[in-house]
C-alpha cells in the first residue's frame, strides 16, 4: 500500500468518523432540513476533491438513498470508505478537517 493510500486508509479512524451516520436511515424523513450540497462553500469542497483525487483517490458525494443525509465516498484502490453525516452537521468544517486529517 502506498503512502498516500495509507493516508485515506488512516483518515477512516479519525475523529470525523465517529460523527458519521453508521446506518442513513437514521436520519431518514425525521430530519427538519434536507441535507444539500450547494450550501458547502465551493473553495472548501474543490479543496477536499483535489486533495484526495491528487493521491490517487476518487471521491464520491451524494445523499443518502431518502435525502436525509448527506453521503461521502472515498475510493482506494479496490476499497470503499463510506460516510453519512447528518444534515445538521456542518460541511465546510468536516471536509476542512478530513483535508487536513489527510494532508498531515
Known amino acids: 500500500m502506498a503512502a498516500d493510500e495509507r493516508k485515506i486508509d488512516k483518515m477512516?479512524?479519525?475523529e470525523f468518523e465517529r460523527r458519521a451516520v453508521a446506518n442513513q436511515k437514521?436520519?431518514?424523513s425525521a430530519a427538519n432540513t434536507a441535507?444539500?450540497?450547494g450550501?458547502?462553500?465551493p473553495s472548501v469542497l474543490g479543496?477536499?476533491?483535489?486533495t484526495i483525487t491528487a493521491a490517487g483517490g476518487a471521491v464520491r458525494l451524494g445523499y443518502s438513498s431518502d435525502g436525509g443525509a448527506y453521503a461521502v465516498t472515498l475510493y482506494v484502490k479496490a476499497d470503499a470508505l463510506k460516510y453519512y453525516?447528518?444534515?445538521t452537521?456542518?460541511?465546510d468544517q468536516i471536509l476542512q478537517?478530513?483535508?487536513d486529517d489527510y494532508i498531515k
Open 97 to 99: 478537517e478530513m483535508t
Open 35 to 37: 441535507a444539500d450540497w
Open 47 to 50: 479543496r477536499f476533491v483535489a
Open 12 to 14: 477512516g479512524k479519525k
Open 89 to 91: 452537521e456542518d460541511m
Open 85 to 87: 453525516f447528518p444534515p
Open 26 to 28: 437514521a436520519y431518514g
Open 39 to 41: 450550501t458547502v462553500t
